[in-house]
């Protein structure tokens, strides 16, 4: 019998030697059509629009329900990740609302008078969909995972501030995944990575600002800029 319980110990031991090498954390990434925007440092000689980011919120039953503080954190980030990409596209010129006070008061220390230039269009958007889930599994014997996946979508429109007019609308989508690899409970072992949330929504709002200038230079829409 304990010749026995010595072999398996053996075995088990063994097995862990062999298999401590290849524990690893494995990170990937995936959009619906594009990694990142593409028109991002390509030249551009058509019309620049002058664009105001109206309202953008959270739609997403996620940090929105009855036990939320009514603080829109995801809306508040996907705006902010949505003014980068949407200035380094280089299709708009983008006008600061949200500083205006801050703008005013350094105006009149510098004894500036202000010009404040009106925008052609103004864009407002949403999250839609957001989420995130573990997918756990067992890989033979001594080795487990876990997927930590987190998907989100976000829907753009632009409205013309003459006519009121919705010129054109889309939608980005975006999936992201971390998984972890371990022996037997040994190797790596990582709680939910937070910056999940800013992966998705990054490659989600790539996806929609693509074809937001897809539709730009396609002529799916325009306004008329001053």
């Known amino acids: 019998m304990k010749s026995v319980q010595a072999v ?12 401590m090498g290849a524990c690893s954390a494995t990170e990937s990434n995936r ?4 990694s990142s925007v593409r028109s991002s440092g390509t030249r551009y000689s058509g019309v620049k629009h002058r664009l ?9 039953p996620y940090m929105s329900g009855i036990f939320s503080d009514n603080t829109d954190r995801l809306g508040a980030q996907a705006r902010n990740i949505l003014m980068t990409h949407l200035s380094q596209s280089g299709r ?3 006008m600061d609302r949200d500083n205006m006070g801050n703008l005013a008061v350094e ?8 010009n404040i230039t009106g925008g052609d269009i103004v864009l407002t958007g949403a999250v839609t969909e ?10 033979f014997i001594f080795h487990r995972s876990r997927t930590q996946v987190a998907y989100a979508k976000v829907t753009l429109s632009i409205v013309d501030v003459g006519t009121s007019q919705v ?4 939608q980005g989508a975006g999936e992201f995944e971390l998984t972890d690899r371990g022996v037997l ?18 490659l989600a709002m790539i996806e929609a600002i693509n074809r937001l200038v897809e539709g730009l230079e396609d002529g799916a829409w325009t306004t008329v800029a001053e």
């Not at 010129?167 to 889309?170: D, R």
């Open 52 to 60: 105001v980011i109206g309202e953008f919120t959270n739609r997403s």
């Open 167 to 170: 010129q054109y609308s889309c």
């Open 185 to 202: 409970g040994y190797g790596s072992t990582a709680g939910y990575d937070a910056t999940l949330a800013d992966k998705v929504l990054n």
């Open 31 to 34: 959009t619906i059509e594009a």
């Open 8 to 19: 398996q110990h053996s075995i088990v031991v063994a097995a862990l030697m062999l298999s």
């Open 130 to 139: 957001f989420g995130r889930r573990e997918v756990g599994r067992q890989d």
């Open 107 to 114: 105006a009149n220390y510098s004894g500036k008078t202000q």
């Open 92 to 94: 708009f010129v983008l």
